[in-house]
């Protein structure tokens, strides 16, 4: 059998190669390294395919939620509610402005937020949520827009893994109040080396985020607050550009390599194939399903190690849900909180997923995961 990564960004590199070499080599023959037209024209093209008035660069998506949260004001004394059931820079950023996070649980079928659990976490000192657009699936934004509104809260969109899908036709990053993208090279719209953005409609946003990313400068030597260094450097942005052309294309290659895995996984028991909600559509930055009957999560890791024997990798994202972390304890959530984040933890496995990945492949994977089945 053939050795089948996670991902394989040397395939995507190799399709694409004169279009980067001659990107990079116009940055290069520039002179212009740090901002100018190359930065200005990604954000620009990038504004439009989220379909926001505005997007401003930066240098990670970490940077991308912290940019965010510091416009908006939110620090000491302030709650934000978020998912346990995410890649920590979620809800390390509230931590980092002085914020606390308040966790609730997630549908277990989608991964993302559980809107009916948002009503009962809000108190006098919430001020924003961060819905997370897991693997790729945009959250349930109607139910959870509808509350924030109700209790005047921000919505910022955690859509690092689901860069070009929707929810009810609308693209995430432009249904909250504001959108943060990452371009680290594993997201569907990768770079090569790091980067963020965010976006949103909102031209005093906008404004605070331009100013924070560049030291809380108003221009010249000029400081109004304390800010950061977070620019997105102009190779990034032209390669961005680039690939961005490739998009939709990739994401729909992503969706019919979903759609194949559901195909040929649809009969095997002892497992539940990832299911995507009628109102929202999924980019597949993953494709995770769960391993049942999987209390402590032991059956899952047996599979995984059996499945690495054949040379075909899987990931668990993620192994324990951020309530309980060590860096959390202090917050005081119990095992047992928050039910169905602390299940799936045990019970999901992501599938190799890339646009490139051959049919070929993915009926290897099958055949992997029925014998890890059968043998575990
Ligand atoms: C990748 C990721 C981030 C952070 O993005 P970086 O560019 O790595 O800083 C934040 N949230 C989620 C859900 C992510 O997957």
Known sequence: MPKIPPLDLERQFTAIQPEISAAVASVLASGNYVGGAAVSDFEQQFAQYVGTDHC????????ALYLALRALQIGPGDEVITSPFTFIATAEVISRVGATPVFIDIDPNTFNLDPEKLEAAITPRSRAIIPVHLFGQAAAMGCLQAIATDHNLYVIEDCAQAVGATW????????GHVGCFSFYPTKNLGACGDGGAVTTNDPEIEAQIRLLRDHGRRGGYTYETVGV??????LQAAILSVKLRYLNRWNQQRQAAAERYDQLLQHIPGIVLPKVAPEATSVWNQYTLRITCNKSGERRDLIRQYLSNLEIASMVYYPLPLHLQPVYTALGYQPGRLPHSEQVAHEVLSLPMFPELTTIEQECVRDGLKEALAGT
Do not use: E, F, H, P
Request: hydrophobic letters at 25%.
């Open 168 to 175: 009810k036709d609308q693209a995430v990053g432009g249904i």
């Open 229 to 234: 260094n977070s620019r997105l450097d102009s």
């Open 56 to 63: 401003i660069a930066c240098n990670s998506g970490t940077d």
